[in-house]
């Protein structure tokens, strides 16, 4: 390919975003835009988003707005639509998320999740903020999903945001090659962090894949004086143990670069999400964790000199 066409490319290459979030204010410093990004290697059990994690366009169905017009059956190509007294169904083994049945469906029961989006797409977004991140001192922040799986877009995205003066932060679970990381570091302000359990068969029983790589990363990247948040998710029964939150503490101390520790307490409003999606929700069954158990949690991580926040 010429040189021409290799830039041709890369301005038309398009990842599917799930959603845009403006004005969030727990996803780095400052005032930020939100970019969610489909596609995820994990599979956590008690994942809020699990529309994030496919990486194509997605059909979610709200049978509560659904006023039985059966407009959408006749525009459905794969006829994988049904429409009964009580509600709408989708066959997802014939249903292949053209979209279609939206442009008919008014009342939004039935939604395509994601969108492809270019560089030159979503730097236009971020842009419509930029006084909001000059007085804010905020900026742009890559989320999902995991922003590293298409390591390409996110440099081009990243350099883009950079040029224009805008703050970036990436929010990653890690677990993306080292290759995937490097390239991008000299555009990032600093990592949201995920760490999800310090033993690696509890990680792996708990969200599908090992840690080794995701420790890993975070050492190398901390190596680089980049400042990281540490985003520990906590679970009962799963890794709020003391001697997890420990190791994890004891991790994340050694990690030169860390700015503070940030305790996100379990919470079940993604279970809509799953309905949406005909998905069981797993931990439907897990109760909440009291608020003096958090702060307990947030004092063994404080015994071992991090600052420590508890989100949400």
Not at 2 to 10: C, Q, S, V
Not at 41 to 48: A, D, E, H, I, Y
Request: proline share 6%; net charge neutral.
């Amino acid at each position: 390919m010429n040189e021409t066409g290799t830039r041709e490319e890369k301005t038309t290459a398009k990842r599917i975003v799930l959603n845009i979030s403006r004005m969030t204010t727990h996803n780095g410093p400052g005032i930020r835009t939100l970019v969610m990004f489909k596609g995820c290697p994990l599979r956590c059990l008690w994942c809020s988003t699990p529309e994030s994690q496919k990486s194509e366009p997605e059909l979610a169905v709200f049978p509560g707005k659904c006023i039985k017009c059966g407009e959408c059956i006749s525009l459905c190509p794969s006829h994988a639509l049904a429409v009964t007294k009580d509600t709408i169904s989708i066959n997802r083994s014939l249903c292949n998320s053209c979209g279609k049945c939206t442009q008919a469906c008014y009342s939004e029961a039935i939604k395509l999740l994601g969108q492809p989006m270019s560089v030159d797409d979503l730097l236009e977004e971020a842009k419509k903020d930029l006084i909001i991140y000059k007085h804010s001192g905020g900026g742009v922040t890559l989320s999902g999903g995991e922003p590293l799986l298409h390591p390409d877009f996110t440099g081009r995205l990243v350099s883009a945001l950079k040029e224009e003066g805008i703050s970036v932060g990436v929010d990653t679970c890690g677990q993306v090659p080292w290759s995937s990381i490097e390239p991008v570091l000299p555009y990032v302000d600093f990592f949201l962090w995920d760490i999800k359990h310090m033993d690696l068969e509890q990680h792996r029983k708990i969200t599908g894949s090992p840690n080794n790589i995701i420790l890993s990363n975070a050492r190398a990247v901390s190596e680089r004086n980049i400042p990281i948040y540490i985003r520990i998710p906590i679970i009962p029964n799963y890794n709020d143990s003391e001697e997890n939150i420990r190791a994890t503490s004891e991790f994340a101390s050694n990690l030169s670069s860390v700015v503070e520790v940030d305790l996100l307490p379990l919470h079940h409003l993604g279970k809509a999400r799953y309905d949406s999606l005909h998905r069981a929700y797993p931990l439907a069954d897990v109760p909440l964790v009291p608020d003096n158990i958090m702060q307990d949690i947030k004092r063994i991580v404080e015994s071992y000199r991090l600052n420590c926040s508890v989100v949400g």
